[in-house]
């Protein structure tokens, strides 16, 4: 049960950990599924109760571990969420952990402090849709007086599409397709132009605005729902061919090379599938959970090849190692990346219900990042 409560600030649990004073929370997507009860029940596993929601995060360091080192009381931070092996204090840690996998810790339920994957959802860290939340010092991220508050609130949903991109990195020749214009689709638009892709990129967008968006960030074409179709759109950028089965949806062959699903409803995870070419690639960065409905036909008729993609890790660039926050902080620094537009509505905490209300009616009030502001 969703409550609005006064609760204890969370202590440090460990010498290596530091408070934070939140000045950003952000609502992801995510958060509002757990709200509105619609993520698989698996991930309970790597949760602990009570929580205090909130992973998107800005803040300043209010108290410091004594042995925290390089950062001091004041500096203002923001906190990459994932509590793998290092925050847990296991040793030696796991296999995944010790290759910069932080996504992919096995270990997410063990260790010194209680399950969860995230800050968010661990009751011993708290989360940032509170004045106060704990990181441990490995997860903190100094921020340039060059990067507003609002700009370094949407590292966090830019870095979970930088990975995937990075990770799927397209040949300039490809047709790239992107299905949903929220936060995710168009940080993915972004994270494909700043890592230097010319590839066609085409957008499926439910509102017109998103596909505004979408257009300025550097999609070479919008479909919009409603007045545009997706599958007669990409049979003619691929040469595809468009049959009518005796039942349902239409039958393509000639799709596109890598299709990005960034909504995660049953919906489009299905037309993901089906507009992928023969031998394709299908990348879901939407947080799909228990899709009803999806016809696994063209997985194995087209020998499709569905990658997943979690939250964010180390990537390679020019073959040395880089947190994919740094990556995104850097380019932040250089003036390369300003996402602060995309945060256009602001509440109060107290005001959680209007907040939640009007972020989950996206397209009547033009949503695209919420945020809860504290002084």
């Not at 993520?39 to 992973?55: I, K, Q, R």
């Not at 994932?82 to 040793?91: A, E, G, M, S, W």
């Amino acid at each position: 049960m969703l409550q609005y409560r006064d609760v204890n600030v969370p202590s440090l649990p460990g010498p290596e950990w530091v408070k934070i004073k939140t000045l950003n929370g952000g609502i992801c997507g995510s958060d509002m599924n757990a709200v509105f009860l619609n993520d698989s029940l698996a991930l309970t596993t790597m949760v602990s109760f009570p929580l205090t929601l909130g992973h998107e995060n800005v803040g300043l360091i209010a108290e410091l571990g004594e042995d925290v080192n390089g950062f001091t009381t004041g500096e203002r931070v923001v906190v990459e969420p994932l509590l793998p092996c290092v925050t847990r204090n296991i040793q030696p840690v796991c296999e995944f952990c010790q290759r910069g996998e932080y996504g992919l810790c096995q270990n997410f339920a063990e260790g010194d402090i209680a399950a969860g994957m995230s800050i968010g959802h661990c009751t011993d860290t708290g989360g940032s849709w509170s004045p106060y939340f704990v990181a441990h010092q490995s997860q903190l991220f100094r921020l340039s007086e060059s990067i507003s508050d609002e700009n370094a609130l949407m590292l966090d949903a830019f870095c979970t599409t930088l990975h995937p991109v990075l990770r799927n990195f397209p040949d300039d020749s490809d047709k790239v397709l992107i299905i949903g214009a929220g936060v995710v689709g168009l940080c993915t638009v972004i994270a494909l132009r700043l890592s230097g892709s010319q590839v066609h990129v085409t957008v499926v967008a439910k509102y017109p605005f998103q596909g505004q968006m979408a257009e300025q960030y550097g999609a070479d074409e919008i479909v919009l729902i409603g007045e545009s179709d997706p599958y007669t759109t990409v049979a003619g950028n691929n040469d595809g061919k468009l049959y009518q089965p005796a039942m349902g949806k239409r039958v393509l062959v000639g799709g596109a090379d890598i299709v990005f699903e960034c909504v995660g409803n049953a919906g489009s995870i299905d037309d993901s599938l089906r507009l992928a070419r023969s031998g394709g690639k299908v990348v879901l960065v939407g947080l799909a959970s228990i899709p009803k409905g999806v016809d696994w036909t063209p997985i194995w008729m087209n020998e499709l090849t569905i990658k997943g993609s979690f939250w964010c890790s180390t990537e390679y660039v020019d073959q040395k190692p880089v947190r994919t926050y740094q990556i995104a902080l850097d380019w932040m620094s250089e003036g390369k990346l300003d996402l602060t537009n995309m945060v256009t509505h602001r509440f109060r905490l107290e005001d959680f219900k209007q907040a939640l209300s009007i972020t989950s009616n996206r397209g009547k009030n033009q949503v695209i990042k919420s945020v809860f502001v504290f002084d």
